[in-house]
């Protein structure tokens, strides 16, 4: 549920990158916000609680342009990792208007990132959502590691639906803003066809 802020002439959305813990969402942020232009993008907040943590920062894509002539400012967050947060993953998903769904790739995490998505879905249902409702992108992150489920598995157990997926290496940036790029793309699309 996007924002309109009528004074600044600003559209604010919400982008939620959602995940296991350690799957790299914080890493994406961190990247994302380390190679935005100063001057287009607020402060990282950072919530740390006793064993993960939520990020939160909003920038202004020029380059992606105007919504009815309305700039779109973009609020990122992740939400925390551990399932014992989940009342924290709920109330971050309030209102969002876009997600980042980041797999770890690493076979050991294969079965954190089932249960991760599925309680995407549980929490998406609280607020009467589905996935078809919202932009959504998979990031299959930590690409570069060894033991990693191929990618046509991957596609085959989480995007059974045929999202846009992408293979990313967040710590070296690879996939990192075509995914956010992608999202964004759908969220504009979506304000547009309002």
């Given at each position: 549920?996007?924002l309109i802020?009528?004074?600044?002439?600003?559209?604010n959305?919400?982008?939620?990158?959602?995940?296991?813990?350690?799957c790299?969402?914080?890493?994406?942020?961190?990247?994302?916000?380390?190679?935005?232009d100063p001057?287009?993008?607020g402060?990282l907040?950072?919530l740390?609680?006793?064993?993960?943590?939520?990020l939160?920062?909003d920038?202004?894509?020029?380059?992606?342009?105007?919504?009815k002539g309305?700039?779109?400012r973009?609020?990122?967050y992740?939400?925390?990792?551990?399932?014992?947060?989940?009342?924290?993953?709920?109330?971050?998903?309030?209102?969002?208007?876009?997600?980042v769904f980041?797999?770890d790739?690493?076979s050991?995490?294969?079965?954190?990132?089932?249960?991760?998505?599925?309680?995407?879905?549980?929490?998406?249902?609280e607020?009467?959502?589905?996935?078809d409702d919202?932009?959504?992108?998979?990031q299959?992150?930590?690409?570069?590691?060894?033991?990693i489920?191929?990618?046509?598995?991957?596609?085959q157990?989480?995007?059974?639906?045929?999202?846009p997926s992408?293979?990313?290496?967040?710590v070296?940036?690879?996939g990192v803003?075509?995914?956010?790029?992608c999202?964004?793309?759908?969220?504009l699309?979506?304000?547009?066809?309002?």
């Amino acid at each position: 549920m996007s924002l309109i802020n009528y004074s600044s002439r600003e559209i604010n959305c919400k982008i939620v990158y959602y995940g296991p813990g350690l799957c790299g969402k914080t890493t994406n942020i961190q990247y994302v916000y380390n190679k935005v232009d100063p001057s287009t993008k607020g402060k990282l907040i950072t919530l740390a609680t006793e064993m993960d943590r939520t990020l939160f920062f909003d920038f202004l894509p020029l380059e992606l342009g105007q919504v009815k002539g309305f700039k779109t400012r973009f609020h990122l967050y992740t939400v925390p990792g551990q399932v014992y947060y989940d009342a924290s993953r709920k109330l971050i998903l309030r209102g969002v208007d876009g997600i980042v769904f980041v797999a770890d790739s690493q076979s050991a995490r294969y079965d954190a990132n089932i249960e991760s998505l599925y309680n995407l879905h549980e929490n998406l249902e609280e607020y009467k959502l589905k996935l078809d409702d919202v932009p959504f992108v998979l990031q299959y992150n930590k690409r570069d590691m060894d033991n990693i489920i191929p990618m046509e598995e991957m596609e085959q157990e989480l995007n059974p639906e045929k999202f846009p997926s992408f293979p990313a290496v967040a710590v070296k940036g690879d996939g990192v803003f075509d995914t956010l790029k992608c999202v964004a793309k759908g969220v504009l699309k979506k304000l547009s066809n309002n």
